[in-house]
């Protein structure tokens, strides 16, 4: 098996270029701008901000939340934010929309949503964590964080802390809406998103 690409992306082209612009003219850009995730052609890239960038309105919201951009021909645009499902109350986190990842062609975008209330502003408790999909398909995959593969054909939900044996892990197939339960693995390995990577054959690579 070939081995999977790492977190690393091309930023290349128009959507590059864009982005250069942008954290140019904004001040202090190096803490501004993260989880940076392009198409193999570089002329999509996807970042999270808390900054109001375009088509991102205030929120009533005590702290700043993260949103997703999209830098590619048309300048540098809002992709998603929390908007009305935000929690209303004050004590939810700021990370709002987060772990923007895309398809190689570009197809297939994801993310999750932090601390929303589907049902109602005043949930209780708020749902921790929801992932989504845009592009060929739109879905609400349901509650937990997001690992998307790089052909866009898997997708993998994880519920709970960012620890050991304290996380529920499923690994869903997007072509057949199949789900399979991921078995816990032992000792300090950790599911979180920054320690893993999701194959294109839907085999899950982690670090411990």
Request: with cysteine; net charge negative.
């Amino acid at each position: 098996m070939k081995e999977p690409r790492s977190g690393c992306c091309r930023c290349t082209g128009s959507a590059f270029l864009a982005l250069y612009l942008l954290l140019a003219l904004t001040l202090p850009a190096a803490a501004q701008f993260a989880q940076l995730a392009a198409t193999d052609d570089g002329k999509q890239l996807y970042f999270s901000s808390k900054l109001l960038l375009r088509g991102a309105l205030p929120s009533d919201l005590p702290f700043a939340e993260d949103r997703i951009y999209r830098a590619g021909p048309d300048g540098v645009t809002l992709f998603a934010e929390r908007g009305p499902l935000a929690y209303q109350n004050g004590f939810g986190s700021g990370d709002g929309a987060s772990l923007p990842q895309v398809s190689g062609d570009g197809s297939v975008v994801g993310f999750t949503l932090y601390d929303i209330c589907p049902a109602a502003p005043d949930c209780m408790p708020p749902v921790a964590a929801e992932a989504y999909l845009r592009g060929k398909q739109n879905l609400d995959l349901g509650e937990g964080e997001l690992q998307l593969s790089r052909n866009g054909r898997w997708a993998l939900l994880t519920v709970g802390p960012r620890g050991p044996d304290s996380h529920q892990c499923t690994l869903i197939d997007l072509e057949t809406g199949g789900r399979i339960a991921v078995p816990p693995l032992p000792g300090d390995v950790y599911y979180s998103p920054n320690f893993r990577t999701l194959a294109s054959d839907g085999t899950l690579l982690v670090e411990s």
